[in-house]
């Protein structure tokens, strides 16, 4: 069985592995023991503050195969970005140059760096180990937090946004990042990449250029990488797709991977999720539709995939436990 929790200091080991088989292709994954160790604190300390509005809290959680202990996945929500340090990304907008003399009218898509997340809850740290990269397995790694956003409203802004990564080769090389940002960082992708995930991001503000730039004056190869995801990130965009996520033409300023952003309240797992009661008992519900089930907690929070029949929903023994249930019990549902 496989069940997502949040994250404990038992799961630093387990964390650093996902972080090394990443290959560096995630910015809040870095392969930093220290950061790893933050991401645990900061989870631990959210869970335990009160929230009444989303401010510095962070809320990682981890896939585990229950049966093992291993961790083959983790994924995160942050209540609010840009509040501490700055939150860039690069709008694309249009630049109208006009003459009236000549008659000639022009409207020039150029990229303009702005903060215009700043307070926006993000999703962040989607990361599933290549052996277990079924379509259950990434429906509850990343589904099952917005079931936990569903559960506690308040520890979140009314508008989630997410970054994809943009389109890199086999070496981790962004074309938009050859293009433009090594002009202004001197040092490559990676680099650039890691300072980010360790919240080394004084330097973003100090050199990125803070003039518009024009989209035409970049390479083909980096034009075509505006807004598009790297190949393997398909099927995560289309999960958020599927949840009412939508590109307004914001992307990233390292590789120009797309945000993508809804409301909360118009995310499909949210609008659609329930509580409803459940009994406890050894009956054959494998006949039944599958659904995402959680348990509503904070530090206790347990979120799985089991069939559930709506008109008698029934658990096993089995599931109740992992979902830390007791007799009947509500619970929070959205069928799959």
């Given at each position: 069985m496989f069940l997502l929790r949040p994250l404990t200091f038992?799961?630093?080991?387990?964390?650093?592995?996902?972080?090394?088989?990443?290959?560096?292709?995630?910015t809040t994954l870095p392969n930093n023991r220290d950061h790893l160790s933050h991401l645990i604190n900061s989870t631990r300390q959210s869970l335990r503050k009160a929230v009444t509005a989303p401010a510095q809290e962070s809320y990682h959680f981890v896939l585990e195969n229950s049966s093992t202990g291993e961790i083959i996945g983790v994924s995160g929500v942050e209540a609010a970005v840009g509040l501490e340090t700055p939150f860039?990304?690069?709008?694309?907008?249009?630049?109208?140059?006009?003459?009236?003399?000549?008659?000639?009218?022009?409207?020039?898509?150029?990229?303009?760096?702005?903060?215009?997340?700043?307070?926006?809850?993000?999703?962040?740290?989607?990361?599933?180990?290549?052996a277990h990269r079924q379509e259950s397995?990434?429906?509850?790694?990343?589904?099952?937090?917005?079931?936990?956003?569903?559960?506690?409203?308040?520890?979140?802004?009314?508008?989630?946004?997410?970054?994809?990564?943009?389109?890199a080769d086999d070496n981790n090389q962004s074309p938009f990042w050859e293009c433009l940002g090594r002009h202004f960082f001197n040092m490559d992708f990676n680099k650039a990449n890691y300072l980010t995930g360790i919240n080394s991001k004084g330097f973003i503000a100090d050199l990125m250029?803070?003039?518009?730039?024009?989209?035409?004056?970049?390479?083909?190869?980096?034009?075509?990488?505006?807004?598009?995801?790297?190949?393997?990130?398909?099927?995560?965009?289309?999960?958020?797709?599927?949840?009412?996520?939508?590109?307004?033409?914001?992307?990233?300023?390292?590789?120009?991977?797309?945000?993508?952003?809804?409301?909360?309240?118009?995310?499909?797992t949210?609008?659609?999720?329930?509580?409803?009661?459940?009994?406890?008992a050894a009956l054959d519900t494998s006949t039944a539709p599958l659904a995402l089930i959680s348990n509503d907690g904070l530090e206790n929070y347990r979120c799985l995939i089991a069939p559930l029949d709506a008109s008698q929903p029934t658990l096993t023994p089995e599931q109740a436990q992992a979902l830390q249930l007791d007799g009947r019990s509500m619970v929070r549902v959205v069928w799959l």
């Amino acid at each position: 069985m496989f069940l997502l929790r949040p994250l404990t200091f038992n799961d630093l080991q387990g964390l650093e592995r996902l972080a090394v088989i990443s290959g560096g292709s995630m910015t809040t994954l870095p392969n930093n023991r220290d950061h790893l160790s933050h991401l645990i604190n900061s989870t631990r300390q959210s869970l335990r503050k009160a929230v009444t509005a989303p401010a510095q809290e962070s809320y990682h959680f981890v896939l585990e195969n229950s049966s093992t202990g291993e961790i083959i996945g983790v994924s995160g929500v942050e209540a609010a970005v840009g509040l501490e340090t700055p939150f860039y990304s690069y709008r694309i907008d249009e630049v109208v140059h006009a003459s009236g003399e000549l008659q000639i009218h022009n409207r020039i898509p150029a990229l303009h760096l702005c903060q215009d997340y700043t307070g926006a809850s993000r999703l962040c740290t989607l990361f599933l180990d290549k052996a277990h990269r079924q379509e259950s397995n990434l429906h509850l790694l990343s589904r099952a937090r917005m079931l936990f956003m569903a559960a506690h409203p308040e520890r979140f802004a009314s508008r989630v946004m997410v970054e994809l990564q943009g389109i890199a080769d086999d070496n981790n090389q962004s074309p938009f990042w050859e293009c433009l940002g090594r002009h202004f960082f001197n040092m490559d992708f990676n680099k650039a990449n890691y300072l980010t995930g360790i919240n080394s991001k004084g330097f973003i503000a100090d050199l990125m250029p803070h003039y518009p730039v024009y989209v035409p004056l970049l390479s083909k190869e980096a034009q075509a990488a505006l807004g598009k995801p790297r190949e393997d990130m398909q099927a995560v965009s289309d999960l958020l797709e599927a949840e009412g996520f939508v590109y307004r033409k914001y992307v990233d300023i390292f590789d120009a991977g797309p945000s993508l952003e809804a409301r909360v309240d118009n995310i499909r797992t949210v609008s659609q999720s329930q509580q409803v009661e459940v009994q406890i008992a050894a009956l054959d519900t494998s006949t039944a539709p599958l659904a995402l089930i959680s348990n509503d907690g904070l530090e206790n929070y347990r979120c799985l995939i089991a069939p559930l029949d709506a008109s008698q929903p029934t658990l096993t023994p089995e599931q109740a436990q992992a979902l830390q249930l007791d007799g009947r019990s509500m619970v929070r549902v959205v069928w799959l």
